[in-house]
Structures are given as structure tokens and as C-alpha cells.
Nanobody
Framework: QVQLVESGGGSVQAGGSLRLSCTVS??????????LGWFRQAPGKEREGVAT????????YYADSVQGRFTISRDNAKNTLYLQMNSLKPEDTAMYYC??????????????????WGHGTQVTVSS
């Protein structure tokens, strides 16, 4: 099973930036390549998708709430997934999880499609 380890979380003031990283132990389950994505969960709320990316990195999906502020990317040579977060808002405060799953369209990857989760990294944005 693919192993995911996040890093890069922290505390920042509103308007600031953070970059999350996720090391990925493998990109396939032996037959198919994993879609990768970032999800987040705030206290008392359900886990939600933030951004997902296709195997080759060409196709991406962003939640409406982060569109234009966050950028997802992957460096397959370095086995790393990134999430660049700019113009952070207090409502972005959450535990952020790296995720890997199988889906014929990676931009449609949702929570139920995820096979493996990282342990999460906390992002706190103060006003």
C-alpha cells in the first residue's frame, strides 16, 4: 500500500503563504497509476477535497473555495506532491491530508475513492 508523508504545515497570518509537501512511496498499485490529491478537515466538519492532480500532472481540480489561490503540482522524479497555498484565509484553517486513489478521471477523485491517507499536517491561519 502506498505510504504518504506530509510536511510544511504551520501557523501563518491571513494573506500569507505556505507550501505543503507529500512524499509518495510509489505511484502505482502494480496495474494502475494513482491519482493524488489534497484534502482537508476542519474541526466539526467533514473531510473535503481541496485539489487533485492527474498522473502526468496536466489535469487538475480545485475546490471553488481555493481556486486561484492554491496550486497543486507533482514531481514524479522526486516522488513528491505539493500544494502551494497563497492568500491564506482563516477559513483555510484545517488538518490537510495527502491522498492517493484510483479513478479513471483524477480530477473527479473524491474521499470515497481514496485508498491511502497521510497522517496530516496542521495549517492554522490567524486573522
Amino acid at each position: 500500500q502506498v505510504q504518504l508523508v506530509e510536511s510544511g504545515g504551520g501557523s501563518v497570518q491571513a494573506g500569507g503563504s505556505l507550501r505543503l509537501s507529500c512524499t509518495v512511496s510509489e505511484y502505482t498499485d502494480g496495474r494502475y497509476s494513482y491519482c493524488l490529491g489534497w484534502f482537508r478537515q476542519a474541526p466539526g466538519k467533514e473531510r473535503e477535497g481541496v485539489a487533485t492532480i492527474s498522473v502526468g500532472g496536466r489535469n487538475t481540480y480545485y475546490a471553488d473555495s481555493v481556486q486561484g489561490r492554491f496550486t497543486i503540482s507533482r514531481d514524479n522524479a522526486k516522488n513528491t506532491l505539493y500544494l502551494q497555498m497563497n492568500s491564506l484565509k482563516p477559513e483555510d484553517t484545517a488538518m490537510y491530508y495527502c491522498a492517493a486513489g484510483l479513478h479513471w478521471d483524477c480530477t473527479q477523485l473524491r474521499t470515497d475513492d481514496v485508498n491511502s491517507w497521510g497522517h496530516g499536517t496542521q495549517v492554522t491561519v490567524s486573522s
